[in-house]
Nanobody, 123 residues
Framework: QVQLVESGGGLVQAGGSLRLSCAAS????????MGWFRQAPGKEREFVAT????????IYGDSVKGRFTISRDNAKNTVYLQMNSLNAEDTAVYYC????????????????WGEGTQVTVSS
């Protein structure tokens, strides 16, 4: 069992930046591929980014590529999402997720989820 707690969300102006954090507890963090997903009101959950267990391999969703960066610190049991050049379309609840083994772009493959953190971008 892995417990995930996101933080760092908030209100930011368009063009600004935020860094989300996801702290994990319960099991060996380095055993888990990690992902970030988001869900805007009235929309389906959307893949944002994923990172491998060692942090050397990443994949990004097309809508965030070049603006967002996922990283992890296994010594701190934490995964991050640096978000730059934010726009109104980035407004959503952002969720951290963990799965045993490889990273994945598919939400259905993640067994563990945080409660989410709200990001609101004002235009």
């Amino acid at each position: 069992q892995v417990q995930l707690v996101e933080s760092g969300g908030g209100l930011v102006q368009a063009g600004g930046s935020l860094r989300l954090s996801c702290a994990a507890s319960g099991r060996t963090f380095s055993n888990y591929g990690m992902g970030w997903f988001r869900q805007a009101p009235g929309k389906e959950r959307e893949f944002v980014a994923t990172i491998s267990r060692g942090g050397t391999s990443t994949i990004y969703g097309d809508s965030v590529k070049g603006r967002f960066t996922i990283s992890r610190d296994n010594a701190k049991n934490t995964v991050y999402l640096q978000m730059n050049s934010l726009n109104a379309e980035d407004t959503a609840v952002y969720y951290c997720a963990a799965r045993t083994g490889l990273k994945s772009v598919y939400a259905a493959e993640y067994a563990y989820w945080g409660e989410g953190t709200q990001v609101t971008v004002s235009s």
